[in-house]
């Protein structure tokens, strides 16, 4: 099977620029999150989506929004890019089982913000 | 929000040793924690997970162990090889859906 795909893998855009990530799941997976990797402030949960609606949603503003396709594929964008916005952002996907799920991850996009 | 280990020591050890990775986590509703391996340039991967209901956990060279007496979580690899040299994370699930809770990771060392 096929891992969590993830494009692009590198990104550079300026300030004030919108970019939008994409993730392809593990085929059967129907659950997408996605998470901000920075050396300060480690592993943080942006959102997850399941059966194309945000079911969990972490501390982040509003400029960081995503959505689910009905292929289970997902988007994130980030809108009026700030310098701080530079990390790698990780999807993982999973199973629903109704429970706690376990995640797997894509490789990650690399955001720089210039 | 509740935090799980936010620090990132780094452990050194000598190949063929065993290793142990510790975390702690504060949020007791969790009921279930994760073990991440993450190599650099590439995405965290599972290596093995444990509900609540168990207190150790087996798979091949790893063993997670889970005391919710004083929340603490630890790795341990057996036979430390070169290759098991990465950044490792726990993580915990808050019990509402996907939603992970990262510890801060350790840095994992193996000298030939």
């Known amino acids: 099977k096929a891992g969590v795909t993830q494009t692009p893998r590198y990104l550079i855009k300026t300030r004030g620029q919108q970019v939008t990530l994409s993730c392809s799941p593990i085929?059967?997976?129907?659950?997408v999150s996605w998470y901000q990797q920075t050396p300060g402030q480690g592993l943080q949960f942006l959102f997850e989506?399941?059966?194309?609606?945000?079911?969990n949603k972490g501390n982040f503003p509003g400029r960081f929004s995503g959505r689910q396709f009905s292929n289970s594929r997902s988007e994130m964008n980030v809108s009026t890019l700030e310098l701080g916005d530079s990390a790698l952002y990780l999807c993982?996907?999973?199973?629903?089982?109704?429970?706690?799920?376990?995640?797997?991850f894509g490789p990650g996009t690399r955001l720089t913000v210039l | 929000g509740e935090s799980v280990g936010l620090h990132l020591p780094t452990l050194s050890v000598q190949e063929g040793d065993n290793s142990i990775i510790n975390c702690a986590y504060s949020n007791s509703a969790s009921d279930y924690f994760i073990w991440y391996k993450q190599e650099s340039g590439k995405g965290p991967q599972f290596i093995i997970d444990?509900?609540?209901?168990?207190d150790k956990r087996q798979g091949q060279r790893v063993t997670v162990l889970l005391n919710k007496t004083v929340k603490h979580l630890s790795l341990q690899i057996a036979a430390t090889q070169p290759g098991d040299s990465a950044v490792y994370f726990c993580a915990e699930n808050n019990n509402a859906g996907n939603m992970l809770t990262f510890g801060g990771g350790t840095r994992l060392m193996v000298k030939p």
């Open positions: 989506y399941f059966s194309e609606t945000q079911r």
């Open positions: 444990i509900r609540s209901n168990m």
């Open positions: 993982a996907s999973s199973l629903p089982s109704g429970g706690a799920d376990t995640q797997y």
């Open positions: 085929s059967g997976h129907r659950s």
